[in-house]
């Protein structure tokens, strides 16, 4: 028998339908509430409901669980590549070697951005942040495949628009460092791999080859695949509330790219490594820093730390964690910074605040360690997270698509005035 909820409301009894999912989560369906009742839900921040049933990824912050189409994270991060994950979640299923040697083609066949698009560059100011430009440069995309803007339920256009969105963004995101350090480009040279192809774009020179070491590969290879997907997010959410309005798809990930940015989402990998670097310079007095974040009058957070669904750990923080140690340990580079952060992550944990309020560190906590010791400046990585997180947003797009989801418009409760009269502006 299905499970209900009942809901008593002046009165009167009514009967809500239950629906639960795969992994035995339980959601009142509350979607003819208003109907019934004259009703609406308040959920400020949306913590306690759910937007959408959703089959790409599964999400368990109470035990530290995290799967891809069902798939442990762990053992993706082990086993896969990010190209593989990446067709995982935007098409359901790991590839077969010849469906990957294919997606993986069709990709490097649009490394290339127009050469028009290289106009953007020079207007951009010299201290840009990568983000800004990312955004506008994946936005502006649309307007050089304007076909794009009317082909959302069409299967082969949707996917010609995932295959770019896929190639170029790397291509657009070392290109902005380039600009950044007032470098000349680096074209895509295709016979490299995704990650390596990104590598070149990034740090080759026409003065000097560019070296590609198979350990900054791999680090790179696992943290794409930790931020490929985190199921409803506020980045994600933004996704398929854009394209809920029909917006075409590289109009809708440029949207997500920009709500990542803050710092309380993927901006927060930067914030990281800026506020250790401003401890490691205060004196690293550890025990200060952790005060400061307890105090409710001081501004002051533990960036890195805190999530709105992790209650136990993060579990891609455990991963990076560990990855972090070897990383640095393969290239020889010994960086007091990793110390700071594991003196302050102890600290922290043993602190009744953060056991409380269930604190942890999250999977920006250390990732910007391992950004650095490969050599990619802290402006960039947030843009590092948005490569990863970009087949995750391509599959929350597809399936708010399949599913005819309706626009998105939430409700609310007006608190201002009631009505008044307009006086004119002489007799106020
Ligand atoms: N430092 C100090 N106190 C904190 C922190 C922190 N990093 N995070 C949460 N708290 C406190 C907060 O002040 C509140 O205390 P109280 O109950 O006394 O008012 C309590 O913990 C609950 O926090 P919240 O802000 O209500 O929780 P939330 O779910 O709205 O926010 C969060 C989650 C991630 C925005 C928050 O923990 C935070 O600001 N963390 C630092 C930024 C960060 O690392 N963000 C990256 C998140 S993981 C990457 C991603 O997927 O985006």
Redesign the pocket.
């Known amino acids: 028998m299905s499970k209900t909820a009942q809901l008593i409301l002046d009165g009167k009894t009514y009967e809500l339908p239950v629906t639960i999912g795969t992994e035995d989560e339980h959601a009142i369906d509350i979607r003819n509430l208003r109907d019934l009742t004259g009703h609406i839900t308040l959920d400020v921040?949306y913590?306690n409901t759910g937007a959408t049933t959703s089959a790409i990824t599964f999400l368990d912050g109470e035990t530290g669980i995290l799967r891809y189409r069902g798939y442990p994270i762990e053992q993706l991060a082990e086993k896969s590549s990010f190209l593989e994950v990446a067709h995982l979640l935007i098409y359901g299923e790991l590839p077969t070697k010849a469906t990957l040697d294919d997606f993986s083609s069709k990709i490097t066949r649009h490394t290339l951005i127009h050469e028009d698009m290289k106009q953007f560059y020079m207007a951009f100011p010299r201290k840009a942040h990568p983000m800004g430009i990312m955004a506008a440069m994946i936005s502006s995309l649309s307007t050089f495949y304007p076909e794009s803007l009317e082909t959302n339920r069409d299967p082969e256009a949707v996917n010609l628009t995932i295959y770019r969105l896929m190639a170029k963004i790397s291509t657009i995101a070392a290109w902005s460092y380039k600009k950044s350090v007032g470098h000349p480009i680096v074209y895509p040279l295709n016979k490299l791999n995704y990650v390596e192809n990104f590598l070149n774009m990034m740090f080759a020179m026409p003065t000097e080859e560019y070296k590609i070491d198979p350990v900054v590969v791999q680090a790179l290879e696992t943290l794409l695949i930790l931020h490929a997907d985190?199921e409803q997010?506020?980045?994600a959410s933004t996704v398929r509330m854009v394209g809920s309005s029909q917006a075409n798809l590289f109009s809708s990930i440029a949207a997500g790219v920009i709500a990542?940015w803050g710092?309380?989402?993927?901006?927060?990998?930067q914030?990281?490594i800026e506020m250790l670097e401003m401890i490691q310079k205060d004196g690293g007095n550890i025990q200060k820093w952790v005060d400061k974040?307890?105090d409710?009058n001081d501004p002051?957070?533990?960036?890195?730390?805190?999530?709105?669904?992790y209650k136990n750990f993060?579990p891609r923080a455990r991963i990076i964690k560990k990855a972090c140690d070897d990383v640095l340990l393969k290239l020889g580079v010994n960086d007091e910074i990793l110390d700071l952060a594991k003196a302050l992550e102890e600290v922290a944990l043993k602190d009744e605040?953060?056991i409380e309020?269930k604190?942890y560190p999250?999977?920006?906590?250390y990732s910007g360690i391992i950004y650095k010791a490969i050599g990619i400046p802290k402006e960039m990585f947030t843009v590092m997270?948005a490569i990863g997180r970009l087949p995750g947003w391509i599959a929350q797009w597809k399936e708010m698509i399949a599913n005819k989801e309706p626009i998105g418009r939430p409700r609310q409760i007006y608190t201002g005035p009631g009505e008044r009269n307009y006086s004119n502006i002489a007799n106020r």
């Open positions: 921040g913590k985190h997010n506020c980045s990542l710092p309380l989402h993927g901006g927060a990998n914030e990281v974040a307890k409710k002051f957070r533990l960036m890195g730390f805190g999530h709105r669904v993060d605040y953060f309020r604190l999250n999977v920006d906590f997270f």
